[in-house]
DNA sequence: AGCACGCCGACT
DNA sequence: GTCGGCGTGCTC
């Protein structure tokens, strides 16, 4: 009887395949392929994994080997381009295979029942798309039937040509040029897209997009396909944020009304992720529109990747396997021969040098693409001499109030949620820290509650101090709860909206939020950084950053690269659709106790080339990345003694010439929720040796005994 | 990670 | 007399 070993990828930290023995349970049943998802029984329960070898025998002894339970068959074997991602992804980021590849597949598909699978499936199979009709048949092994004898519904020459596109505006020169560099490659091409916001680098992405679909579908009918059949190229266009996707989509679909766009996030309910991933791996969506999670998608006909706001943080994970979504675009646009395009107005630092040294190819716009729309008017308040009341200062008031008297709209951005970072009591000092973190409770006067950030914390507002029984507790600085209040008193007339994390909690209220800016049923729009990002206000004039300056000063390097960022892009919310109805451009302005400061002039100046070689050559003089390659050695133990001990013994039981191992330090926010954490950094001007390193050195380390809870991470970016 | 087994304190 | 604390050991 045929008897066949299978290596399986499991989720589960350890970091080993693990070998199943396959038997047929039927006659002539063909062993599952590689890329297959099986059920095998694992300790006392079941588990679902993907099947990555076959091997003729196993080193365990048989009697140790169990039985593959069942296969899935009815779902195609993942690609051996998806295995290869994931299998440099476990590598890369030395994580178990299983651990990155199961998570990456929606919870449906790896369930023990098959009922939502095969509803996923049933769904995506009975879409009345002639071109599907016509693949099934195929699939079935039906006859080629004769045009002549289909219903007059039914005739190709009748079918909607799905390379048919909706109005697409005219490029500017600079736009063309984009696009014709990214639809003529015909090789792996990394190409930065820079451009200011509003230059109009989403159209780039539509008309690159499209050639390259036109262009495949050309070639499938060259090779005698009709168009109809089968998919001929697929596009994956990532985004830094969900709230960003509907936006996009809704540009996407009205451009592409005959392909099928899918999205991949993690905001959509699990059946309708399933059948978005189902339609994404078996080939039938031909874009694919979504947040980092996307970049681990099975896509067979992958010929584009667009990653928009390269630079965005969101794009790196923070839990579990730590990848960044953006250095996995770039590895599988190589893997795959193809190009992929990273968009942004201000590039990540790691980007623009790839750029400066020519490895990326560099595509620039320079002019905003509306017609009549230049760049804001940046300027700087010198809170020192223009005392803020409220957080606000004259200056920016006057200006509200001109928006105000104008009928446009405002956007007030402040980088800290909550009423107050911290309650006080003016008597004895007491102050409201977590009792379980490092880091102040935070004040929310709407819900009438301290809230730890750190942690899940919750308390109710204490009606006098814990400490001294003072009735006059004292809200010390300035949330956007607190500057919403403050708006309402200053501007009673004025239309204000809270845009938040806590005011958009629930499903959906971010997207009626936008909304109802769009309808301009909104005057003064006061957000945190949700509010900075993408969205394309037409009638707002006016943005004030309230409170950057905590920023200028922290010890993270990476600090001033994230707030120039941040700052260009909310600076770009203004004047995007033309002038202002005095016939001035969008307007910015900063408030800050330091008007001189460089990063602010850089602002002012809209140089981001100026601010990044600074950067840049701070970087390299500091042997910081992108001039050094970084991973980061956490743990956490209930005694920070604990910690401590295990990274002093990590520092030294492996030496490796060109790798630099420092001291192990304590953690800034060392305390939080009852645990103390430490981290050890380490750093190599090499990336292969560094790999190298760490994979002996995580060997090691795993067979030590310890008591603190410990984790790696590759490319840190919050040290 | 789960999920067992394995020996010592406060409850029906 | 049991329920349950989390220490440590295993998963093909």
Known sequence: MEQRILQIALDTPLHTVFDYCWRPQEEGEEIPAIGHLVVVPFGRREAVGVVVGHVQASELGADKIKNVIAVRRQ????????????????????????????????????????????????????????????????????????????????????????????????????QQEAVDAIAGADAFAPLLLYGVTGSGKTEVYLQAAAAILQRAADAAQADGRPPQDGPPAQILVLVPEINLTPQLEGNIRARFPHLNVVALHSGLAEGERARNWLAAHLGQAHIVLGTRLAILSSLPHLKLIVIDEEHDPSYKQQEGLRYSARDLAVWRAHQLGIPVVLGSA?????????????????????????????????????MERDKPVDGL???????????????????????????????????????????????????????????????????????????????????????????????HAIFPEARVLRIDADSTRLKGSAQSAFDSVHRGEVDILIGTQMVAKGHDFKKLTLVGVMNPDTALFSHDYRASERLFAQLMQVAGRAGRAGLSADGSS????????????????????????????????????????????????????????????????????????AITINEPIPMTMMRVANTERAQLLVECASRPALQAFLKEWLALLRQLRTRARWSLEVDPVDI
């Open 346 to 382: 201000t590039p990540s630092l790691e980007t623009w040098q790839h750029a400066q040294a020519g490895r990326y190819r560099r595509l620039e716009l320079r002019q905003r693409a509306a017609q009549q729309a230049v760049l804001p008017k940046v300027k700087v308040i010198d």
């Open 75 to 174: 779902m195609a074997p993942l690609s051996a381009h998806w295995l290869a991602l994931c299998g440099f992804a476990a590598d890369y980021y030395q994580r178990p295979l299983g651990e990155v590849m199961l998570p990456g597949l929606p919870k449906n598909l790896r369930a023990l029942t098959t009922v939502a699978l095969d509803k996923a499936l049933k769904a995506l199979d009975k879409t009345p798309a002639p071109k599907k009709r016509k693949a099934k048949a195929r699939a079935a092994g039906a006859e080629p039937v004769d045009p002549a004898e289909l219903p007059a519904a039914e005739q190709p020459q009748a079918l909607p040509d799905p390379m048919q596109f909706g109005p697409a505006p005219s490029l500017n020169a600079a």
């Open 586 to 657: 969008g307007e910015v302005l900063i408030q800050t106790r330091y008007p001189h400061h460089p990063l602010y002039q850089a602002v002012t100046r809209h140089d981001y080339d100026g601010f990044a070689g600074e950067l840049l050559d701070e970087r390299r003089q500091a042997y910081f990345p992108p001039f050094m390659y970084q991973a980061l050695l956490r743990a956490e133990a209930r005694e920070l003694e604990q910690a401590m001990a295990f990274l002093k013994e990590a520092a030294n039981i492996l030496d490796a010439p």
């Open 393 to 487: 200062t004259s200056t920016l008031i006057a200006a509200v109030r001109k928006r105000l008297e104008h009928g446009e709209q405002s956007l007030l951005f402040l980088n800290r949620r909550g009423y107050a970072p911290v309650l006080a009591c003016d008597a004895c000092g007491w102050i409201s820290n977590c009792m379980r973190c490092d880091a102040f409770m935070v004040v929310h006067r709407p819900e009438r509650r301290l809230r730890c950030h750190h942690c899940s914390l919750e308390l109710h507002i204490p009606k006098s101090c814990p400490t001294c029984g003072n009735v006059d507790l004292q809200p010390l600085g300035r949330g956007t709860q607190r500057v919403e209040e403050g708006l």
